[in-house]
């Protein structure tokens, strides 16, 4: 008979000592290196509450306020391009760009400085949004379908500027996690375009492919790249993550409100059920 034997005080007193307090001042550290991240963080949680705005995004009459858009530009407010950043849509939404605030403009703003991530959070939101209208624009002249109907949609989220801060930031870490970080987030963007395509996706991947070309910017020498081979091992562990992030597409389309994306039709697949033998037209086609 093994008798289990709770870990004395002693143990749990050098536990602490040698994992949990350098962990603990490790984040405290690193939450005390990017300020201008958690005064993001704060300043969009705390519009969320004081417009009630987390569980149904908010209310129809601070649209002008908490969206941005071409009509709305066009009518002179200037200012819903920056405080759209502080608001999101849902409450999964919130918790999202929560944690991508923290991880990709946290990451900005310690590898690159507060400078440099305050610039490229509001730069990148006014650069994104304005490919996003240009492309949209162009979509309508060449009559396409499916982008020249975002030309009026209320843009809502800090997805776009968060990405090109991160992907920015991603030319100051290692080479081998630049890589899968540069290959998750370009994965999911595209991801995301393709299965659920809403304008929100399209402006992701706007700002994303924009960290991307700051990133190369910052890591190259006055914009030369420097090349660096991949391994083997890497390429295939590379394109392992890709299938799998691409993996979910169906399974996402099943779960989204009315997808728009190229691939949306795939949602008719997953939702619909299987056919049986019980099923007449199954029977008949059988008999043939």
Known sequence: MVVSRKPDRSTMVLMWAAVGRPAVQQALGTLKSMPFTLSVVVTFLAAAALTESFLDGPPERLLGLASVSGPGLRDGKWWSLFTSLFFATNPLAYLSASLMIVLLLGLAERKLGRRAAIGLFFGGQFAAVTVFLLVTQLAGYVGDGWLDRMANDSLIGPYAPVLTAGLAASARITLLWQRRLRTTVLSISILLVLYVGHAETIIGLIGA??????????QGDQGRLHRHRSTGRETR??????????????????ITRAPTGPLALLRDVVLSPMPTLSQPGVQLWCHR
């Open 209 to 218: 492919l924009l960290g991307l070309l700051a990133g190369w910017w910052i």
């Open 237 to 254: 562990n590379l394109l392992a993550l890709t299938v799998a992030v691409f993996a979910v597409g169906p399974i996402l389309t099943g």
